[in-house]
Every structure is written in structure tokens, then in C-alpha cells.
């Protein structure tokens, strides 16, 4: 494929991380707007992108083809990244459909110093519900710097209308557990806990709500794998 101003077709940097003009670009570029067919999962997979997250996002980066492979025999999945940086930087984009545009995509964008911005996600999931019925979005993160009420009032919002939210906390603040729990627990969702920087407990929960994404329940129930029943004992909690 030609490349053209350092750039390949879809519109993507040739290497390196990009700027946020330049990631806004490929999220409409890369992504679609098109009904999903019937049966097609789809689920948020929201993360934090803040300075000392770039381990976790790195991780991420080389776990998210799981997500498509737990869902392939269940009718497949769309993907919505979901991401907070910087300042003020909070961005979403379209629905993904295979995990080498993912990929491509999340490896464009490097973590800046910034506080977190749980509520603005929450707020992008509210507006996915409304547009097109969104039923699950996952949220990896280890901090909260807002306050928690604020943000279980807009989870118990989410909830009414259907969202269940299933929070990852990457290591064991105990004031931010409390919180995200509370949080999953309004919308009928669950909260699971993994290790600093363990890959293999990550890529098992991320292939559990990718399954229930895609199967719900009854997906997580056939399954052997052990974040499935990690996420089936939270989802009874």
C-alpha cells in the first residue's frame, strides 16, 4: 500500500504515537456507523490513558484481540474504544469490528499526565445507550480523582436504562474499591479486581465480558474459563 504526508490509507501515522487531532481523524476514518447484523454483540471498552497508566494500556494494546476471539462463536463483536488523557481529552470512537483496526488504533494513542474523567465515559455510555441500546461496557482503571457520589448517581442512571457495568480495578486502593464497586453494583454489573500488571488475569476477564457481550448469561455459564466464573460469583454479589 502507498503511503502519502507519512501516512498509510485509512489515515493513520506511519509510526509513532499521534496528536489528538490526529486520533480524532482515525476514529472517524477507522471506525463505522453501520447497523450491526443481528445477533452481533457489542460492547464499550472504556480505559484510562492517564501518565501512569501507560504499562496498563500497553497491556491492553496486546490483549484486545481477545475480546473478538471470546465473542467469534457467538456471533462476533463490535468494540467501542473509550479513552481519557491530558486535561480535558475524552474521546470514543465508532464501532470496531476486527482487532487489527483496534490494534492500529489504540497503538496511536500514548498516555499524557492528567486526572481521571470516569464521569465523562459515563457520560459517552449514556449517549451510546440512547442512540443504539447498548446492553455492556467495560471500564480498566486504578485511580478516582471526582467524586464518587457525582459518578454513582450517573451508574444508577446508567442502570435504569440498562447498562450493565463491569469495572476491572488494577491493584487494591481500597477508597476507589469501594467506589467502583458501588458503581458496578447500581447498574447490575461487577467488579473485579486484577494485579498490577498481570496479563493473564486481564486477557481472562476481558475474554469474560467479551463473552457476555456477545452470549450474556448463559455464555458465561458454558464457559470453563476461569474469568468467566470469576464474573458470574461478582455479577451474584
Known amino acids: 500500500m ?18 489528538a487531532d490526529d486520533v480524532a481523524a482515525f476514529l472517524k476514518a477507522a471506525t463505522h456507523t453501520v447497523p450491526r ?22 497491556l491492553a494494546c496486546g490483549l484486545q484481540a481477545e475480546l473478538f ?9 463490535d468494540v467501542k ?15 470496531v469490528e476486527d482487532p487489527l483496526t483496534l490494534g ?4 496511536t494513542i500514548a498516555c499524557q499526565g492528567g486526572q481521571t474523567q470516569i464521569g465523562r465515559v459515563l457520560g459517552h455510555l449514556e449517549g451510546e445507550v440512547e442512540r443504539s441500546g447498548l446492553k455492556a461496557a467495560v471500564f480498566v482503571g486504578d485511580a478516582l480523582e471526582e467524586d464518587a457520589d457525582a459518578l454513582c448517581h450517573k451508574a444508577g442512571r ?10 476491572f480495578q488494577e491493584g487494591y486502593d481500597q477508597r476507589v474499591e469501594a467506589a467502583f464497586r458501588e458503581m458496578a453494583r447500581l447498574t447490575g454489573g461487577a467488579w473485579c479486581r486484577f494485579e498490577p500488571g498481570a496479563g493473564d488475569q ?11 457481550a456477545a452470549g450474556g448469561r448463559p455464555a458465561l455459564q458454558a464457559s470453563r474459563e476461569q474469568g468467566a466464573r470469576l464474573l458470574l460469583s461478582a455479577l451474584k454479589s
Open 2 to 19: 502507498s503511503r502519502k504526508d507519512g501516512k498509510d490509507g485509512k489515515g493513520l501515522p506511519a509510526t509513532g504515537t499521534s496528536s
Open 81 to 95: 474504544l473509550i479513552y481519557y488523557r491530558g486535561a480535558s481529552e475524552c474521546k470514543a470512537s465508532g464501532w
Open 104 to 107: 492500529r488504533l489504540m497503538g
Open 37 to 58: 447484523p443481528v445477533g452481533r454483540g457489542r460492547l464499550a471498552f472504556a480505559l484510562d490513558a492517564t501518565f501512569s497508566r501507560q504499562p496498563t494500556w500497553d
Open 69 to 77: 476471539a471470546a465473542a467469534a462463536d457467538l456471533g462476533g463483536l
Open 202 to 212: 486481564l486477557r481472562s476477564l476481558l475474554r469474560a465480558v467479551a463473552a457476555y
Open 158 to 167: 446508567l442502570g435504569v436504562m440498562g447498562l450493565k457495568l463491569f469495572i
